[in-house]
Structures are given as C-alpha cells and as structure tokens.
C-alpha cells in the first residue's frame, strides 16, 4: 500500500515533535554530512560506494553513510554536549521489502553522563510524546524489560549463561534440530538459536527492550563488569527491531582493537571501503555516554500502526525497482 | 549445495537425509550481526513445518530433484492417483502431506510431479488455472453496485470470489495462489 497524505502528514508530525522532544532538553542538533572519504570497520554492513571526480584533477572515493554515529561522537568529543540528529542513512546488500529500504532515516541521540538503562526512560519518554491517538497499543510505553538470558530460558528454556562455549552452544543446537555449520563461530551460532528459537517468540502486546547482549557479540558497546554481557539493548514494537542502545565503549584501546577485528572480518566485503584509522583517538578523552539509533521510517510504522515501511515512504525503493525485487 | 541467500520459496532442502520445501522465507540482520535466511520448510514425507536459520554466506544440501509430467487421476481417500505421462507407471501421493493441494487436482489434469529418488515428494500446482462453477447463489437482478462480488464453488471444492454475472456450469480462470478470479472463460 502507498503512503497516503493523511500519513505523509502524520509523518512530519511525528518529525516535528521528534526535534521540539530533544530541544526541550537541551540536546544539540547535528547536521553532518552523509557522504564520507573513509568509515568505520563493520563486518556487518555493506555500503555504497561513489567518488569524487574533478575535469583536471584526481579524483577519490567516498561512501555513504551506513549512520552519523562517528561523526556525532566526534561532536561528542569536542563539545561534551548531548546530541541528538535525523538524517538519511544507506545500507547496501541487505533487505528491500516489508521493513527494510536501502536508503533509510536514522534517528540518533547520545546523552553524556548516562548509561543504557536511563536511555530505556528517555526513550519511553519520547514514544509518549510522539504517540497519538492512531498509535497502537504494541506500541505504547511502558515498555517491557526483558535480559537476553531471560528471554532464552522463557522461549528456548535454556541457561544462555551455561552456553558461552562452543561444544555446549552446538548441543543447544542440536536438541532444537537446528542446523549448525561446522567451523562456525560462537556469534552464528547464538544467532541461529536466538533468530530461530527466541525472536520470533519475544512478545509483542508492547514494546520489548531486549536488554544485556552477550560479549561475544563484537560491537561498540562497553562490557559490564563482572558479566559475560555487554551493555545493549534492542527494542522491539511488533516482533520488529526498532532501536538499539550501546552504554559506549570510550576507550582508544577497545575502540582500536574493535577495528582490527573488524577489519580482519571485513577482508570479503563486497563493497571494501576505505577506513577512518584516526577515529579511535577521539577517545582518549571522550565522556562516558549512551546512545540510541532508532530506524527512523520504522518508528512511524510502528506509531502509525502501518505494516509495510512502504507505507510512510512516499518513494519507496521498491517503487523504482519493482515489487518483484523485493527480497 | 546452495547458499542460504540463495533459498527461495520452493527450494527443496536436504535436511536431517529428508526433503524439505521451502514455504516461507525472510531474511533478517540481527543488530551487529550477519545475514541469515530464516526459512519455514515443509517435511515433504511427513507435512511436518520446521524452521532453520541459515546463514546467507553458508552452504546447505539442496534435494536433487527431478520434474515429472503426470496426469491425476482419483483420490483413493490415502493418497493422489497419479500416471506418468511417459511410462503409464501409477503411483500414490500421500494426502496426509498434500491436503492443501485438493482443491486444485482435476481428474484427467496433467500436473508437474517433484520426484526425489524416484519418489513423488511434491505436486506443483499452475499459477493459473480453469475451473468449472458447480454451485453459485442466484444473482439478484437489480444489484449493480459495480465491483460486487459472490462466492461460488468449483467441481474441485474451492471456494472463490467471482462478478455476479458468473452463472453455474461457465468456466473460470483462477490465480492459484491468490485464489483471485482473472476471468470468464468461453469455450
């Protein structure tokens, strides 16, 4: 179904108060620039690719930007302001279809000082303030609480916690009758337990934070003391992915030894990008913080109670390219 | 072997030495994670719907499966009667695991056959296919609200949505996997 222009106005409703929410308390707005000469390391996307060309002179490559977050935390870094931005984002080789679009909105905000679990309130705070009267139940705060252990033991019935090794995570594969590669590593395998055995089993009557990921999941987000867990959330509205949250991870160490990680997963990428090696040193003094990256066109679907993404996009993706595409 | 990016809907699957078909897939991105096809897969020799996660990167067992023209003949109450078109060879489908397929099996219909290791384990219906109106209530002179529809049943059992101007005995094309009316066809 197309985006009708009752939704197209619902949709810059929802805009509207998204900036007068963050304004009201004191965030920055950021403006940066979605084309970039070099980007972060991540094994799991894949970007566009386009490059600058001069008559005369040589030109280079640039990529569009798979998030703002690298240069918001470099505002971070320099001005120890909240921030907070709405801009286009691209991801290459994923999805076209009922929730995903190449071309994307992202909603970004970091709040210095905080960690995740006040951004779970900030959070809860703005879908109050964005909720009208069409506005679902699913996706109405308060939202429900949920730790990824929890959850495996209500939908899987297993101990996530006895699981952090490979032999005892292919036999939790096994007395589910999943198939499990050989050779995987302990990251595919969580995956194919939780996206066969828990997502599609996490409930849906409100919104659910999907809190404490395990640390074996290599991601920007600092580990919490003492636990096999990072400090990340997801949120989930509907059974759909909507948000994540990382408490950051602040030190030049980490952060650089996450790039090198990284870019060792990334010789394959299909789209090789250039990268960013002077990234990491922002963090030699950067503030503890916690940031949340909501998909922005989700947001609304799930606000306006709309069940295609091709419903609050008024040129869908598909829409150049033909709903057979769709993948 | 095919890649899980590869799957599609359709896609017969080897798993645990039995064959599956594909019935539903979606692929998903956990956050910071890979790409996996999550795919709902039919037990083609006990119905049984089973889910896999496969990532799109990996490899699984495809079933080598061969297409077979053969003509339906009767339900024996257990299992379609079919007839290889080529070698008259007769053999049975088992119901049990194909009961959504009923209403689209017309007597004497030639149909494609997917047989693994010389076993039908699949009957392919047509995207479109024609079917006589057996049962359709009166058409009430005087309803022109434009677009209106009614139900009727074909000599098969299935109930579909038609224009009121179908009468019973006229034959009609159906899109098989919408169950949608195309058209009115003459004879």
């Given at each position: ?327 | ?8 809907i359709g896609t017969c ?6 064959p599956h078909i594909v019935v539903e897939r ?13 795919v709902k897969a039919k037990n083609l020799k006990n119905g049984n719907v089973i ?21 339906y003949?009767?339900s024996?109450g257990e299992n379609f009667m079919f ?9 049975g489908v088992p119901i049990s695991v194909h009961e959504d397929k009923t209403p689209y099996l017309k007597?004497?219909e030639?149909y494609t056959l997917v ?5 039908p384990i699949d009957i392919k219906i047509p995207y479109k296919m024609?079917f ?21 049943t074909t000599e098969t059992g299935l109930v579909v ?13 159906i899109n098989t996997e919408t169950n949608d ?7």
């Amino acid at each position: 179904m197309a985006m009708t222009i009752e939704i197209m106005k619902e949709r810059s409703r929802i805009v509207t108060r998204t900036r007068e929410f963050f304004l009201a308390r004191d965030y920055l707005e950021t403006d940066t620039p979605a084309l970039a000469p070099s980007l972060i390391p991540e094994s799991s996307l894949e970007v566009f690719e386009t490059k600058f060309v001069h008559p005369y002179q040589k030109g280079f490559p640039l990529y569009l930007i798979p998030s703002p977050e690298v240069w918001m935390k470099r505002v971070i870094a320099e001005t120890g302001q909240n921030v907070f931005q709405l801009c286009k984002a691209f991801r290459n080789a994923e999805s076209i279809g009922r929730i995903h679009n190449p071309e994307f909105t992202m909603l970004e905000y970091y709040t210095v000082g905080a960690n995740s679990r006040d951004n779970i309130e900030l959070t809860e705070e703005l879908f109050s303030a964005l909720s009208g009267e069409e506005t679902p139940q699913q996706a109405r705060p308060p939202f429900a609480r949920m730790t990824m252990a929890e959850a495996f033991r209500e939908f899987a019935g297993l101990d996530l916690d006895a699981l952090h090794e490979i032999p005892a995570m292919r036999d939790a594969l096994a007395s589910k009758a999943l198939l499990a590669p050989a050779e995987a590593p302990w990251e595919d395998l969580f995956n194919i337990l939780f996206l066969s055995c828990v997502e599609p089993e996490l409930p849906a009557d409100r919104p659910l934070v999907l809190d404490e990921y395990p640390k074996e999941i290599v991601c920007l987000a600092r580990d919490i003391p003492g636990r096999p867990c990072k400090e990340r959330w997801e949120l989930y509205v509907s059974g759909m992915e909507i948000a994540n949250c990382f408490a950051e991870m602040a030190t030049q160490d980490a952060v650089a030894t996450y790039f090198v990680s990284q870019e060792e997963k990334k010789r394959g990428a299909l789209v090789p990008h250039n990268v960013d090696h002077s990234y990491p040193e922002i963090f030699a003094a950067f503030p503890a913080c916690s940031g949340v990256a909501i998909g922005f066109d989700r947001l609304c679907m799930a606000l306006l109670g709309c069940k295609s993404i091709d419903e609050v996009l008024y040129f869908p993706f598909t829409a150049f390219v033909g709903a057979d595409t769709r993948l | 072997m095919v890649r899980g990016g590869e799957i599609n809907i359709g896609t017969c699957l080897l798993i645990n030495g039995n064959p599956h078909i594909v019935v539903e897939r979606e692929f998903v991105s956990p956050g910071k994670g890979s790409a996996f096809a999550r795919v709902k897969a039919k037990n083609l020799k006990n119905g049984n719907v089973i889910t896999q996660t496969i990532k799109t990167a990996d490899y699984v067992e495809d079933a080598q499966v061969e297409l077979v023209d053969c003509q339906y003949q009767y339900s024996d109450g257990e299992n379609f009667m079919f007839m290889n078109n080529e070698t008259y060879e007769q053999f049975g489908v088992p119901i049990s695991v194909h009961e959504d397929k009923t209403p689209y099996l017309k007597d004497g219909e030639t149909y494609t056959l997917v047989m693994w290791e010389n076993e039908p384990i699949d009957i392919k219906i047509p995207y479109k296919m024609i079917f006589t109106v057996v049962e359709s209530e009166n058409y009430v002179r005087g309803d022109t609200v434009s677009g209106a529809t009614k139900p009727v049943t074909t000599e098969t059992g299935l109930v579909v949505r038609v224009p009121l101007f179908i009468k019973q005995g006229e034959k009609i094309l159906i899109n098989t996997e919408t169950n949608d009316y195309v058209e009115r066809v003459n004879d």
